[in-house]
Antibody, heavy 121, light 107 residues
Framework: EVQLLESGGGLVQPGGSLRLSCAAS????????MSWVRQAPGKGLEWVSV????????YYADSVKGRFTISRDTSKSTLYLQMNSLGAEDTAVYYC??????????????WGQGTLVTVSS | SYELTQPLSVSVALGQTARITCGGNNIGSKSVHWYQQTPGQAPVLVIYRDSNRPSGIPERFSGSNSGNTATLTISRAEAGDAADYYC??????????FGTGTEVTVL
């Protein structure tokens, strides 16, 4: 069974940092691009970042560019999101998702259950 | 940046057909995907590449995309179809965007 399990969320002060992890199982992690998507409380979905299967290409939403870094460790089948300079606007449930397809045809066919990040003093 | 507009809410009677639209500039030239999300749960992919259903998604779910509007159609609506629905596409290979979301109520 294909599974994604996020961890690392929690309460952090404004300006602080947090690293999210997403453990993958049930599929060949090294063959799949991966993404992060977030959802602020009571709001819609917002795409955050994507990384290619090899890790050689990464892209970010303008709202997080320069503050967030996506990465992956194939040996551990784990996806990461390093979040720095956090602000209240970053408060959200963060989902990792598996990419299905390539380029401009990518859909997110498997999602984790999400991890809540709360930025507050 | 590319914007996708969805109606805030759609109501459908049990057994009838619901149509959820996703508007964007020349969206017909792009590949659109649709997700269903129930409260407290992660989204589920219900349509990919405009009109394809993943394994396990009922045939009652269908999609189309032309001009400036993509549409998700739910036929023979069931109580379990009540959820939020989001469209999604890639503005370029480097940036993705979700629609504003539509709450579907089954009466």
């Amino acid at each position: 069974e294909v599974q994604l399990l996020e961890s690392g969320g929690g309460l952090v002060q404004p300006g602080g940092s947090l690293r999210l992890s997403c453990a993958a199982s049930g599929f060949t992690f090294s063959s799949s691009g991966m993404s992060w998507v977030r959802q602020a409380p009571g709001k819609g979905l917002e795409w955050v970042s994507v990384i290619s299967a090899t890790g050689g290409r990464t892209y970010y939403a303008d709202s997080v560019k320069g503050r967030f870094t996506i990465s992956r460790d194939t040996s551990k089948s784990t996806l990461y999101l390093q979040m720095n300079s956090l602000g209240a606007e970053d408060t959200a449930v963060y989902y990792c998702a598996r990419n299905y397809g390539s380029g401009s045809y990518v859909a997110f066919d498997t999602w984790g259950q999400g991890t809540l990040v709360t930025v507050s003093s | 940046s590319y914007e996708l507009t969805q109606p805030l809410s759609v109501s459908v009677a049990l057994g009838q057909t619901a149509r959820i639209t996703c508007g964007g500039n020349n969206i017909g030239s792009k590949s659109v995907h649709w997700y269903q999300q129930t409260p407290g749960q992660a989204p589920v992919l219900v349509i990919y590449r405009d009109s394809n259903r993943p394994s396990g998604i009922p045939e009652r779910f269908s999609g189309s995309n032309s001009g400036n509007t993509a549409t998700l159609t739910i036929s023979r609506a069931e109580a379990g179809d009540a959820a939020d629905y989001y469209c999604q596409l890639w503005d370029s290979s480097a940036a993705s965007v979700f629609g504003t979301g539509t709450e579907v109520t089954v009466l």
